[in-house]
């Protein structure tokens, strides 16, 4: 225990190699197991078949009887499938379809439930997952050419699960190939189909729990396995015969079926025909109507033109009437007015001239009374006196001057007293009285009476000048009335005239106006004939297009029924035999992938523990030794006082057994906890089932640990060796150098004083600089194998991307739907994308008794050339595939151990078998890629390519291009480039991790024995430093003394790690590649000059932290 | 008071037994001055002797912890030439109270006087030196009593130099290499410090053989860590060559060691992957003005043992080819920590011899750590250490050569 603590470093130094050994090869081995333990979980909780027998021609209800009375085989159970096409959204996705089994390769339901209905499906998880289908979704399956496919009977499903399947244990990352959509077998045509299935799966007897990956399982499975091979062949060729029967029956079938189909087709070309002159006619009866309605149309315009004309004259002409209407209105009740003036002035002068009369009636009477005075009263009776007159207005000569005296005498008014005179004048007249005239006039004159009358008599006279005026004024004002009266009559008439002839233009054109009425109702409804005869016209050319159509189709059908009993007869005449394959369980990708993960993982985990254990005894080697060096006078002593050699040694067992087995148990719990985890996630991400669990292995951690601690013990017992052989008093003393003479001479020539020294320090101290050396070079070891890793995968991704294949997406077609190809192009055209056409077929090809997929390139040279670098797996040279043979890359041909002239067989879709040699190796590092010429697929195939792909780059939006393309018939979707390199990332990814953990391990490794070993160095030679700085070395000058042995053995620690782990990583990088996947192997300068970089590095640092003891030596403590 | 008479009866006694019945005389005088000041329980003390020739006064032997070797005063000057002058004991019992008092070489070289007792070396004829007592441990004043012990051994002393004659050695004017002033030295001890050197005063001349006795754990190693430039001290000054050394950087000290300073160690420390020669020549790459190192080795008597490794020579070889290596580097000052310490008596001297030779013949000065008394008598000059300071430095008037020392 004292010893413990005083060698707290070199015991932990010793803990921490033992443990990293044991972490590393346990916690990989773990990883390793951990691995199998999942897959073999899997496949047993799912019934994993251990052979599928596949047939080319189908397997029939007595095959499957067949495989079930073979010896050692438990069930059998027939699976339907179909490869198809899956379309969700705007998604396309190739995928088989198979019949769920009940027994044999069933399925997890992860999420869902099993199909109830034949239009139910589970998908595949990983297929559900990359679609992002989620259950109650509705997807449809179908062919390239979007029908339904063959055998299939429902296209639509609905996805009621999303499930497990044995078959696709791998990732689609890890296990190319379609995945699965999984129905009832019912939604296969069993009719169709005959009671046959394309597939049959095998289950063997063998005991409960074994594990798939048993060797002991995999030695009986191989016994059955023969076993139906030995059946394949007769089974095969009785199917054969069998096919051809029922194929020579349907082919006279269908020939019954074309000719009845003739004779049909004859008749309805007769009908045709006369329906076709029917038409005719009709057509030529309604051009001719229309002509006829075109006339009328005409006519019709014209008529309602005129019309119009005439409502608008009419309109006018009513107005002109209204107004006069108005006009006339007004001058009758102008005229009106002045007839009733006129009839008050009238009045007025009638009024007037009675009072004018009464005046002179007055006046009369006063001559008539002055007369009779004058001249008796029967003079004056004897007069006849006139009475007073009435007056018309309306005359003109109307007149109140005159003044009626008697019957005959009429005077004008003037002056009373010339009345007077002229009325006694006239009455006296003839008289009597006639000389006395003058007499008589002057006594009435005198007489008082007449004066009298003399003031009325003047009143008369203005009276009557008014009167007159006004009888004037009346006269003119009644003129004008006349006038105006005669005025309107005139007006009135005319207005009256007018409004006779307005009524009769009214009356025409109402009649005018009931005839176009009459006329345009006839035109309408001739119209409306015409467009029904058109209309019916339409239909009956419809029907008719219709009819060819369908005889047109119907022709087609025959033709193509024609052309099919063709091909029948030619499939029949060349009707391959029928094949059955066998595969057993590792024809499995998902199987053999993990199988090959977990055999690889296992290997690496033996590389990394032979550099630990190899590192790890040479420490536990040097510690105790330098402990034994050190206790050399103890332990002499201890000896010299009796002690025995097994109870010394005991102390230093104990030391370093101690110390190995805590490091062992360390190591257990490290690699279970920590490596072990990080081996399986970075794994798990390839398989479907989930979460890893970690794996424990009691044997092999048993043994490990024996082995440890055998490995310890004898590192101890050979680091003591030389304490037990010497003798006590040759320990107690101090050891001599070993320095012959002969090498010293020699040297002392050549070599400075200080590297005489170091040589010497060297030799002295063999143990320790030998393990510092080999701690260095494990550490720059592990640095080389991480870089070359790194490199390894980052330069393949970087050749395989950027130099190798330049193509970014595949755009497959169907080459059978013709306008597919036209129709891509033309759109990527559009895009400005230019394609190159190439055959790329998915084949299995066997080559000396391997088989493997390849992934067959067929093209021109150009096309070949513009987006893949083919180079020479030896030359580096580029070319492009010419004359026969396949071309096939480097991995291939190392795992398959194929070269140049070999033989391999390519299987078509069918199973044919189909010869070529291997022309040449090329360098791929991901995929299966085989090229052929155009040459070399037409001699091996017999026809020429024909493209079914096209190679892109550079498009911006291939989302927005699938989109673009996936309405086209015949489009079979679009593989993205990315999508591989996203598995070498992947890969890329891990390795980078794996990478990491190195360099933490060469940092740990340095840290923990490299720090010890320094801080060994430095406490040996404590006292000589000190002695150094004493005597006046600078402090530069002592570590500059101090690290000539650390560079040393650093650049030959470097030296060794370069070589170790060039060789390392060579064989790790070869254990982790795969069929597919290949790694660039040399090691890279870079790569070397960072591991010793880094190595330099760490020891720097390491050496800086020792060091600091030179600094802080104490010179007073020697 | 009885008690205080018994005592310096008793120092009386072993006064007159040092001074009647020694044969050494110098050895006398300084026990003497010894006996002296244990009794009085003083800080220092001295016994100065007049150099008629010069009028001078230089000491014989001092104790305290002031280096007066080398110090010369004229007579009648301070304290210790007025009483040599005067022949007059003084006692000064309060130097700050006492108007007599005018200054004492004590006072001169760092140590400020308090109290002092002064006697003079009268013989019959006149005064050949006085007798110096300074500063009581407990702080205390001198009394009469003390200076009448004091005058007792000064009678005692002149007496005998009467008798046996006292011939001083010539003063040579040394100069000064290296020289410690106060120098203390601390070294944390958990949470105090323990004081290793409480004020350390001493010169190392050019070409003398100084030798440091004391007892285990004095701080003779650390004061020779410091003067050898491996350690510093916590307060003090440090002269090496006139220049002060106090305050060195890592550097410097690194250069004093490689240019001026040769070291040997008990456990000669030799490269055991070195041979002989090799282990010379590695450290003759380093110094600035080496001397051949065949020569070097040929100067310890090992040339014929050139090529063996260490392991194959004699413990008293390998401390050889450890000199011849101090050697080769042709330094100014040797520093040796117990050089004889694992050796027999034998090859002890065998290594002695040698280092003697160095100081005789290469003007080498070398300060050497023993606890072996013996080996001290080759010396110019004992430096006795206790307890952290300087107990007393004794020149050797007459060193022994080193074939004579027995142990």
Redesign the interface.
């Known amino acids: 225990m004292r010893n413990i603590t005083r060698q707290k470093v070199s015991y932990i130094s010793i803990v921490i190699i033992a443990m990293m050994a044991v972490t590393a090869y346990l916690g990989i081995s773990y990883a390793s197991a951990g691995l199998y333990a999942h897959a073999a979980r899997f496949y047993d909780r799912l019934h994993f078949r251990d052979a599928e027998v596949v047939s080319t021609q189908l397997l029939s209800a007595d095959d499957l009887a067949e495989l079930r009375a073979t010896e050692g085989v438990a069930d059998v159970e027939g699976v339907y499938t179909v490869n198809s096409r899956l379309v969700h959204g705007s998604d396309r996705k190739n995928v088989s379809v198979v019949s769920l089994t009940e027994r044999i390769n069933t399925v997890d339901v992860k999420e869902g439930r099993l199909p109830e209905h034949t239009n139910e499906c589970v998908l595949e998880q990983e297929l559900a997952a990359g679609l992002k289908i989620a259950v109650g979704d509705r997807i449809r399956i179908c062919g390239s050419d979007e029908t339904p496919p063959e055998y299939l009977q429902v296209g639509d499903f609905t996805v009621v699960g999303i499930v497990l399947h044995p078959d696709l244990y791998g990732m689609p990352v890890a296990q190319i190939g379609d995945r699965y959509v999984l129905v009832p077998k019912d939604a296969f045509d069993r009719d169709a189909l005959e009671g046959c299935y394309m597939k049959a799966e095998v289950l063997y007897e063998k005991a409960d729990g074994i594990s798939v990956y048993d060797d002991g399982y995999l030695k009986d499975a191989k016994v059955v396995t023969d076993r139906l091979n030995e059946k394949k062949d007769a089974r095969a060729a009785l199917r054969s015969a069998e096919v051809r029967k029922i194929l020579a029956d349907k082919i006279e079938d269908g020939q019954r079926t074309l000719d009845d189909g003739k004779a049909e087709l004859v008749d309805a070309r007769k009908t045709l025909d006369e329906k076709t002159q029917e038409l005719l006619d009709g057509e030529q009866k309604l051009k001719d109507g229309e002509v006829q309605l075109r006339d009328a149309e005409e006519k019709l315009a014209d008529g309602k033109k005129q019309l119009e004309d005439g409502e608008k004259e009419l309109t006018e002409n009513r107005q002109k009437l209204d107004d006069a209407k108005a006009q006339l209105d007004e001058a009758r009740a102008e005229l009106d007015d002045a007839k009733a003036q006129l009839a008050d002035a009238r009045q007025q002068l009638i009024d007037g001239y009675a009072k004018i009369e009464r005046v002179k009636t007055q006046v009369r009477n006063g001559i008539k009374d002055a007369v009779a005075a004058a001249l008796g009263q029967e003079f004056c009776d004897s007069i006849e006196w006139a009475s007073p007159s009435s007056v018309d207005p309306d005359k003109e000569n109307a007149s109140a001057s005159r003044f009626r005296i008697t019957k005959n005498l009429t005077v004008t008014i003037e002056s009373l007293d010339s009345v007077v005179k002229k009325t006694v004048t006239q009455i006296l007249k003839g008289t009597e009285y006639e000389s006395r005239t003058d007499e008589i006039i002057g006594k009435i004159l005198a007489d008082a009476r007449y004066q009298e009358i003399k003031k009325p008599y003047a009143r008369l006279t203005s009276g009557i000048r008014q009167w007159n005026s006004a009888h004037k004024q009346y006269i003119e004002a009644l003129h004008k009335y006349q006038d105006g009266e005669a005025q309107y009559q005139e007006g009135l008439e005319q207005y009256n005239e007018g409004e006779r002839l307005y009524a009769e233009g009214l009356e025409t054109y109402q009649k005018g106006l009931a005839e176009y009425e009459e006329k345009r109702k006839e035109f309408e409804d001739a119209r409306q004939q015409l467009a029904d005869g058109r209309a019916q016209l339409e239909e009956g050319r419809k029907l008719l297009s219709d009819g060819e159509a369908e005889y047109a189709e119907a022709v087609l059908k025959y033709e193509d029924g024609v052309r099919k009993l063709d091909a029948a007869r030619e499939r029949l005449s060349k009707l391959d035999d029928c094949r059955w394959v066998v595969l057993d369980v590792s024809g499995n990708v998902g199987y053999y992938h993990a199988q090959t993960s977990a055999r690889n993982i296992s290997r690496i985990g033996m590389t990394f523990s032979l550099l630990f254990v190899l590192v790890g005894a040479l420490v536990i080697y040097a510690t105790v030794g330098r402990m034994v060096e050190e206790q050399r006078k103890t332990v002499g002593t201890t000896k010299a006082l009796g002690f025995f050699n097994r109870e010394i040694l005991l102390k230093y067992l104990t030391f370093g057994l101690s110390a190995t087995l805590i490091g062992v148990v360390l190591g257990i719990a490290l690699g279970y906890f920590v490596i072990e985890k990080i081996v399986l996630v970075a794994h798990q991400t390839f398989y479907v089932d989930g979460t890893m669990p970690r794996a424990f292995q009691p044997v092999p951690t048993a043994i490990v640990a024996v082995l440890a601690a055998v490995l310890s013990a004898v590192s101890v017992w050979t680091a003591c060796a030389s304490l037990v052989r010497s003798p006590a008093r040759e320990l107690m003393q101090e050891r001599v150098p070993k320095a012959q003479k002969k090498t010293k001479k020699r040297t002392k020539s050549r070599l400075s004083l200080y590297s005489r020294l170091i040589l010497r320090n060297v030799r002295s101290d063999k143990k320790r600089v030998i393990v510092t050396v080999v701690s260095i070079a494990g550490c720059c070891t592990l640095l080389l194998i991480g870089f070359t890793l790194y490199y390894g995968i980052t330069t393949a991704i970087s050749r395989q991307f950027g130099d190798i294949t330049r193509y970014e997406q595949t755009i497959r077609f169907d080459p059978d739907v013709e306008t597919a190809k036209d129709e891509i192009t033309g759109i990527l055209d559009a895009e400005g994308l230019s394609a190159a056409q190439v055959r790329m077929e998915n084949l299995m090809a066997e080559g000396n008794g391997e088989t493997s997929p390849y992934l067959v390139i067929a093209a021109k040279p150009d096309a070949i050339g513009r987006y893949f670098t083919l180079r020479d797996a030896e030359t580096g040279e580029p070319f492009v595939p010419a004359g026969e043979g396949i071309y096939i890359h480097k991995r291939m041909s190392e795992t398959k151990g194929l070269k140049t002239g070999d033989a391999v067989t390519l299987y078509d879709a069918k199973m044919n078998p189909h010869a070529v040699r291997v022309a040449g190796v090329f360098n791929n590092y991901f995929g299966t890629y085989a090229f052929l010429s155009e040459e070399g697929y037409a001699a091996a195939f017999g026809d020429a390519p024909t493209a079914n792909a096209l190679w892109i780059a550079g498009c911006p939006d291939p989302e927005a291009l699938k989109e673009k393309l996936s309405p086209i018939a015949g489009y079979d979707g679009t593989e993205d480039l990315s999508e591989q390199r996203k598995s070498a990332d992947q890969i890329g990814s891990i390795l980078t991790l794996v990478t990491g953990v190195l360099i933490l391990c060469a940092g740990m490794m340095a840290y923990f024995i490299l720090l010890n070993l320094t801080g060994m160095y430095l406490m040996q030679k404590q006292r000589e430093l000190t002695v150094m700085r004493i005597n006046g070395f600078t402090t530069k000058e002592v570590i500059r003394y101090v690290s000539r042995e650390t560079v040393f053995t650093t650049a030959l620690g470097i030296v060794f790690g370069l070589g170790l782990g060039a060789l390392m990583g060579w064989l790790i990088l070869r254990f982790l590649e795969q069929d597919h996947v290949q790694f660039v192997r040399t090691v890279t300068p870079v790569g070397m000059l960072l591991a010793a970089g880094i190595t330099v590095l760490f020891t720097a640092c390491i050496n800086a932290i020792a060091l600091r003891k030179v600094r802080n030596l104490k010179l007073t403590d020697l | 008071m009885a008690e205080t008479d018994k005592k310096l009866a008793k120092a009386t006694w072993r006064i007159m037994e040092q001074l009647l019945e020694v044969e050494n005389l110098d050895e006398a005088l300084s026990g003497s001055l010894e006996i002296i000041v244990q009794t009085l329980d003083c800080e220092a003390g001295a016994v100065w002797i007049l150099d008629p020739e010069t009028d001078r006064l230089s000491p014989l032997t001092h104790i305290g912890p002031i280096d007066l070797s080398g110090i010369t005063v004229e007579n009648g000057v301070g304290i210790e030439g007025v009483v040599t002058q005067s022949g007059r004991s003084v006692m000064i019992a309060d130097t700050l109270k006492d108007p007599r008092y005018e200054g004492s070489i004590f006072d001169d070289q760092g140590v400020p006087v308090k109290t002092l007792l002064c006697v003079p070396l009268n013989n019959l004829h006149e005064t050949i030196g006085c007798v110096i007592a300074v500063n009581k441990a407990d702080g205390t004043l001198f009394e009469d009593d003390e200076l009448r012990l004091c005058e007792r051994m000064a009678s005692l002393a002149a007496i005998t130099i009467d008798e046996k004659g006292l011939s001083l050695p010539a003063q040579e004017e040394k100069r000064v290499m290296i020289s410690l002033k106060d120098i203390i030295k601390e070294f944390p001890s958990g949470e105090s410090t323990i004081r290793v050197l409480k004020g350390i005063n001493l010169d190392i001349y050019e070409n003398e053989f100084v030798v440091v006795l004391g007892e285990s754990g004095c701080g003779k ?2 004061m020779m ?1 410091i003067i ?1 430039g ?2 510093f001290a916590t307060s003090g000054q440090l002269i090496i060559e006139g220049k002060d050394f106090s305050h060195p950087t ?2 410097e000290l ?6 001026y ?1 040769g ?1 040997i ?1 008990q ?1 000669y ?1 030799l ?5 002989a020669l ?1 282990n010379v ?3 003759a ?3 600035k003005d080496p001397i051949k190192a065949e020569d070097a080795l040929k100067k310890v008597g090992l040339l014929e043992r050139a ?1 063996n ?4 020579m004699s413990g008293g070889q390998q401390q050889r080819v450890s000199i011849a ?1 101090a050697l080769v ?1 042709n330094p100014k000052i040797i520093f040796a920590d117990e050089p004889t310490a694992a050796l027999d008596f034998q090859t002890g001297q065998e290594v002695l011899v040698v280092i003697e030779d160095i100081v005789k013949n290469q003007g080498t000065t070398v300060v050497m750590i023993t606890h072996n008394a013996e080996i001290a008598k080759m010396a110019n000059r004992v430096v006795k250490l206790r307890a952290g300071k300087i107990a007393s430095i004794k020149r050797n008037a007459h060193p022994l050569p080193a074939a004579e020392i027995i142990w």
């Open positions: 190693s650390t860590n050898g491996m350690d890592d550097d690194t250069r004093y060691r490689r240019e300073v070291f160690f456990s420390n490269m055991p992957n070195l041979t090799e020549q590695f450290i790459e380093i110094a090529n490794y260490p392991a194959q290596r580097k």
